[in-house]
């Protein structure tokens, strides 16, 4: 069955500063892997996937994601923080062919200006 | 709308009755999940619909829990004999059809609150 562990429950950046979200899974097989973000009292919004291809994944809001299949690791980046970036980041794995998709206990994220 | 829609926004409801939570997905959209999330706490998996397959019902908590998809398209969350440890978000997705990698959009959630 597929995991996701993100090991921090809480990340403190300053304003300007690059940002770092963990996350890493455990799957059969080739995974698929997904960021989302929540604000206060909203539902999940999508910023990035990895489904195949270049390890480095682009996705919303300037936020990237680098995929590493030996550390099983798919960490949440970027290079500048904002304080409106400050909300709760959930990472997701879903097995390559199927449909349930598991996510983690989340990361809340603070930026301080 | 163009969104995954979900009603009651808010419930509240007495501790041994039962609750109903709606979910109309995304138009042609064929997959549908239902999620919790309790205060403080990540997205527990309760069951998905794709299609006319059946459901993958393998997160659902207890037998009070159960779910339907009518017609391929809404969806039915009902909670019997709720209790207060059911109080949380329940939010639901949807997913285009058939492919493995597809984005998966979510609600706005329905707060549920057993008093």
């Known amino acids: 069955a597929q995991s996701v562990a993100q090991p921090e429950d809480q990340v403190n950046v300053a304003e300007g500063n690059p940002l770092t979200v963990k996350c890493t899974y455990s799957?059969?097989?080739?995974?698929?892997l997904f960021w989302y973000v929540q604000y206060p009292n909203r539902g999940l919004q999508f910023l990035l996937k990895?489904?195949?291809?270049?390890?480095l994944v682009k996705g919303s809001y300037g936020f990237e994601a680098e995929f590493n299949k030996s550390q099983t690791s798919f960490h949440l980046k970027k290079p500048s923080a904002l304080v409106s970036d400050s909300a709760l980041y959930f990472c997701?794995?879903?097995?390559?062919?199927?449909?349930?998709?598991?996510f983690g206990a989340g990361t809340r994220l603070f930026v301080k200006a | 709308g163009a969104g995954v829609s979900q009603s009651p926004s808010n419930k509240v409801t007495e501790k041994g009755k039962d609750v109903e939570l709606r979910c109309d997905p995304i138009s042609g959209h064929t997959a549908l999940y239902w999620y919790r999330q309790s205060l403080g706490q990540g997205l527990e998996f309760l069951i998905y619909f794709q299609g006319n397959s059946a459901p993958d019902k393998s997160g659902l908590p207890s037998d009070r829990f159960s779910a339907e998809r009518t017609g391929g398209s809404v969806s039915t969350l009902t909670i019997q004999r709720t209790q207060q440890e059911d109080s949380a978000v329940y939010l639901c997705?949807?997913?285009?059809?058939?492919?493995?990698?597809?984005?998966?959009?979510f609600g706005e959630g329905s707060w549920l609150t057993v008093v």
């Open positions: 799957v059969s097989g080739n995974p698929y």
């Open positions: 997705a949807s997913s285009p059809t058939g492919v493995s990698g597809n984005t998966i959009y």
């Open positions: 990895y489904i195949t291809g270049d390890n």
């Open positions: 997701a794995v879903r097995e390559n062919g199927g449909f349930k998709t598991i």
